[in-house]
């Protein structure tokens, strides 16, 4: 009898292993997943030769999902001269890709001249940063160097700031009300907002009229970078902001504002 018990214990354990481990569970992909461009990023590159071939590069970049380079490429935002002025008046395309542990490669090429931009880096696993980068630039425009850069936040906000006069202080509300989409690589974003002055003296009195009233301004946005401006108006003279974010959050623009000749130009804004 107490075999029986046993065998039949043996039998039940058996059956229960079977029905824990032994049938099949489904599989894991283990297919890496690439690190995501999308949005407004600047590169800043730094030559080995000499200071005067600094550059930048901004606007629009973004992969697709297998970590490839695959947008059109149409008015690049390079501030290098030379690269500009050969992508520009050829086809350019871009080209390469990000793996999953943040390296990548990014080539500007200008058909059918064989000068190019190729680039070598790491972006951060939040696609926020960009670090351990190289440049190469080929034949007309032969150099090289190292490059860093990040993504840039969006400018849409509040942003206030004063500058100092010989009658008074400055004051400036900009409001970016929105920014746009861009759709080509290093592309700009389209901005609109508005700008108020307010001045404890006036130090021309043609400008009577402009402190306290809204301004609508227009313009764009690529990497840290952003200019905006006025319609024309003939009942107010023309004013031009443009300026620099000092970090990726875009929360403190360092800017110029072109408004009189009394005004100092400097101004320094900040995200409220």
Known sequence: MWRTCVSLCLFAIMILLSGCGGGSSPMVSSQPVSIVFN?????????????ANNFFLRGFLRNNSTGSFDIPVSDVNLTNTCLKGILSSLIATLSGKVDSGGSFTLKLTAAPSTDQMNINATISQDGQTISNGSYTIGRDCADSGTVTGFAVRPFTGTYKGSVKTSSGTVGATLVIDTQGSATTAFGSFPLTGSVVFTNTGICDPTLAGFFGTQLALDGSAAGASLSLHTAPNPEFVAVEISGLATSGTANTIQATARISTCIPPTITLTRQ
């Open 39 to 51: 949005g407004n990023y600047e590169f800043a590159a730094i030559s080995q030769s000499s200071p």
